[in-house]
């Protein structure tokens, strides 16, 4: 196993932009969340597929936030209209059948100017 | 809902000596509990899980964590600290059988080892 990537790593941007960024699971897993860690603070959950449904959102995920998962395997999360607010590390997690242990990604810190 | 409270933000310690890191945990029906650690610039690892079996979970690098119904604590132990545990430690649970997949984390611990 690769374990899961995320990528950008880092992404710097300009209130009013759009960003997208992207997670690959490890292979084979089929439930992948979403979360978003601020300074300072724990990681908040976001969103949450089983395959390419998306079965959880937060009332964190505003509707300047969508995320998808077309076929099951990489997901995206994209991130509309940003605000400075937004600035924080979203995490990307992964796990298979027991969903007890997720398994995470590296994260990718979104910097909003 | 579930909520997590981690008592310190940050813990210091010499090396050899106790880690003991506090959670205490609020939910309306038997939790899983969790530790992650998260080393600078990575993602959070699991540490140990508990999930309603042995309440004393050992879990990976010599940490443990015992589940207190009475006391609502899941705190985490390792008998002698090693530089290497310096890193933010995370508590996190999930309602057990509630449907819900999502983990509630609370705010961390950052665990410094002094030489």
């Known amino acids: 196993d690769t374990g899961v990537s995320q990528d950008p790593r880092h992404k710097i941007t300009k209130r009013g932009q759009n960003v997208t960024f992207r997670c690959d699971p490890i292979?084979?897993?089929?439930?992948l969340y979403w979360y978003r860690q601020t300074l300072g603070q724990g990681p908040e959950f976001l969103t949450y597929?089983?395959?390419?449904?998306?079965?959880?959102k937060s009332r964190l995920l505003s509707d300047r936030f969508s995320a998808e998962r077309p076929k099951g395997s990489f997901s995206t999360l994209e991130i509309q209209r940003t605000e400075q607010g937004d600035s924080a590390m979203y995490l990307c997690a992964s796990s298979l059948g027991s969903w007890e242990t997720q398994y995470f990604g590296p994260g990718t810190r979104l910097l909003v100017l | 809902a579930q909520s997590v409270t981690q008592l310190g933000s940050h813990v210091s310690v010499s090396e050899g000596a106790l880690v003991l890191l506090r959670c205490n945990y609020s939910s309306s029906v038997p939790p899983y509990l969790f530790w992650y650690v998260q080393y600078p610039n990575q993602g959070l690892q699991l540490l140990l899980k508990?999930?309603?079996?042995?309440?004393l979970v050992k879990g990976i690098n010599g940490f443990e964590a015992e589940f207190k119904k009475s006391e609502t604590s899941f705190h985490l132990t390792k008998p002698s600290a090693h530089m290497s545990d310096a890193a933010e430690y995370f508590c996190?649970?999930?309602?057990?059988?509630?449907?819900?997949?999502?983990?509630?984390f609370g705010k961390g611990t950052k665990l410094s080892v002094i030489p």
């Open positions: 597929f089983q395959n390419e449904a998306q079965l959880e």
């Open positions: 292979s084979e897993h089929n439930r």
């Open positions: 996190a649970v999930s309602d057990r059988g509630a449907g819900s997949y999502q983990l509630t």
């Open positions: 508990y999930t309603s079996a042995a309440t």
